[in-house]
Nanobody, 126 residues
């Protein structure tokens, strides 16, 4: 079982990046998928999640209207389209998978997730 995140890099403020997370060893179609990030010196925090059906998406307030999470079950991949990037978006971004629906109902709870990717670094310059 593996989640491989990619797409990070250096971008100027106001720019865009698209993160991808390819799963292997399991079928994501029955999994909720999430993106979290860890800013330097901070705890890991929730960014976005998408339900197993793809019918619901969840975002932390700071990225609403700027970032979009999506999934392609045929490619076994989840994406995070990040627009209007800000220096405060600089972080290591992690993808994660949760089978079914979080037992707590909270997609933002990292304890709900079963599998994690290795992280990809996003740096936004001012």
């Amino acid at each position: 079982v593996q989640l491989q995140a990619s797409g990070g890099g250096l971008v100027q403020a106001g720019g865009s990046l698209r993160l991808s997370c390819a799963a292997s060893g399991f079928d994501i179609s029955s999994y909720a998928l999430g993106w979290f990030r860890r800013l330097q010196g901070k705890e890991r925090e929730f960014v976005a999640a998408i339900s197993w059906s793809g019918g619901s998406q969840y975002y932390t307030d700071s990225v609403k209207g700027r970032h979009t999470i999506s999934r392609d079950n045929a490619k076994n991949t989840v994406y995070l389209e990040m627009n209007k990037l800000k220096p405060e978006d600089t972080a290591v971004y992690y993808c994660a998978a949760n089978h079914g629906v979080p037992s707590s109902g909270r997609y933002s709870d990292d304890l709900e997730y079963d599998y994690w990717g290795q992280g990809t670094l996003v740096t936004v310059s001012s």
